[in-house]
């Protein structure tokens, strides 16, 4: 007797050793790791009541790292570890958090950056997930990874190594690859792709993505890519720019397209005009 459809079905997502995962769980326990680090709800002045959050959040993602094909013990340990470095990771989101807040004129308070500015939460949900990527834990990062793509429209890759003091402004359609090398103090705009040139499975262990020095900006819709493609120390990368190649330091590089305005006057009314 022939199989029908639906028992085909149930029998090849079967057909291999399975990982079973709530990625609704992760998410929730990303949005309380955002709150308990930085502190934003008032029942955490209560130091007891901050301590017992963290053993929470510690004993969840040991969870979830043992979900994703690690013993009971590696989980444990690499959850321990995690937590035991989160004073250095809080200084460091601190620092991106105060750049943002000094260059960008918009920024009434520094409140008004840690609750609403969508590239600052990217830029924590990132360095929480290349974390866990050094630390080789497997699906993790990249499904905390995906939850800041689709909330802000950013995606940045947790292999990639971001410098201190990141500033991503706006941030919309911002992509960032794996092998990326990003220094400190380095501003990039909505738009921006730090790609590859080509994608092959064959070179997934080579350097695909491009280096971006220290204190370079990039302005909004400009693409870099290549592995071998470094952005020099200091260089200002204009918009809607196509690079390929590497830019020395302290250059400037812009697109030059021209405009033609003509008054509308010259012009017969259209009739019957669609689009």
Same mark, same amino acid.
């Given at each position: 007797?022939?199989?029908?459809?639906?028992?085909?079905?149930?029998?090849?997502?079967?057909?291999?050793?399975?990982?079973?995962?709530?990625?609704?769980?992760?998410?929730?326990?990303?949005?309380?790791?955002?709150?308990?680090?930085?502190?934003?709800?008032?029942?955490?002045?209560?130091?007891?009541?901050?301590?017992?959050?963290?053993?929470?959040?510690?004993?969840?993602?040991?969870?979830?790292?043992?979900?994703?094909?690690?013993?009971?013990?590696?989980?444990?340990?690499?959850?321990?570890?995690?937590?035991?470095?989160?004073?250095?990771?809080?200084?460091?989101?601190?620092?991106?958090?105060?750049?943002?807040?000094?260059?960008?004129?918009?920024?009434?308070?520094?409140?008004?950056? $840690?609750?609403?500015?969508?590239?600052?939460?990217?830029?924590?949900?990132?360095?929480?997930?290349?974390?866990?990527?050094?630390?080789?834990?497997?699906?993790?990062?990249?499904?905390?990874?995906?939850?800041?793509?689709?909330?802000?429209?950013?995606?940045?890759?947790?292999?990639?190594?971001?410098?201190?003091?990141?500033?991503?402004?706006?941030?919309?359609?911002?992509?960032?690859?794996?092998?990326?090398?990003?220094?400190?103090?380095?501003?990039?705009?909505?738009?921006?792709?730090?790609?590859? $040139?080509?994608?092959?499975?064959?070179?997934?262990?080579?350097?695909?993505?491009?280096?971006?020095?220290?204190?370079?900006?990039?302005?909004?819709?400009?693409?870099?890519?290549?592995?071998?493609?470094?952005?020099?120390?200091?260089?200002?990368?204009?918009?809607?720019?196509?690079?390929?190649?590497?830019?020395?330091?302290?250059?400037?590089?812009?697109?030059?397209?021209?405009?033609?305005?003509?008054?509308?006057?010259?012009?017969?009314?259209?009739?019957?005009?669609?689009?």
């Amino acid at each position: 007797m022939k199989m029908d459809k639906l028992q085909l079905l149930h029998k090849s997502n079967f057909s291999q050793t399975r990982i079973y995962f709530d990625k609704r769980q992760v998410e929730s326990w990303l949005e309380d790791f955002f709150i308990w680090i930085f502190c934003i709800k008032k029942e955490y002045e209560d130091f007891s009541i901050f301590q017992r959050k963290e053993d929470e959040l510690r004993t969840e993602l040991s969870r979830f790292i043992k979900q994703v094909g690690s013993t009971s013990e590696v989980s444990n340990n690499k959850a321990i570890s995690f937590f035991e470095e989160i004073a250095v990771l809080h200084e460091t989101l601190v620092s991106d958090l105060k750049v943002i807040f000094e260059f960008d004129p918009a920024a009434k308070s520094k409140e008004e950056v $840690l609750l609403s500015y969508p590239g600052f939460f990217a830029i924590v949900v990132h360095r929480l997930a290349n974390k866990l990527w050094k630390s080789e834990v497997p699906i993790l990062p990249r499904l905390i990874s995906e939850y800041a793509h689709s909330k802000t429209g950013i995606d940045i890759h947790p292999g990639a190594t971001i410098g201190k003091r990141f500033f991503i402004d706006h941030g919309t359609g911002v992509v960032i690859g794996e092998t990326t090398i990003i220094g400190n103090d380095v501003k990039i705009y909505q738009g921006v792709t730090l790609g590859a $040139l080509s994608v092959s499975k064959d070179k997934a262990k080579e350097k695909r993505h491009p280096t971006i020095e220290d204190k370079v900006v990039v302005y909004a819709n400009a693409t870099i890519l290549g592995g071998k493609t470094t952005i020099g120390k200091g260089a200002i990368i204009g918009g809607n720019v196509w690079i390929t190649e590497s830019i020395p330091s302290q250059s400037l590089v812009f697109h030059k397209s021209e405009i033609v305005i003509k008054s509308k006057n010259k012009f017969p009314e259209p009739i019957n005009f669609s689009i």
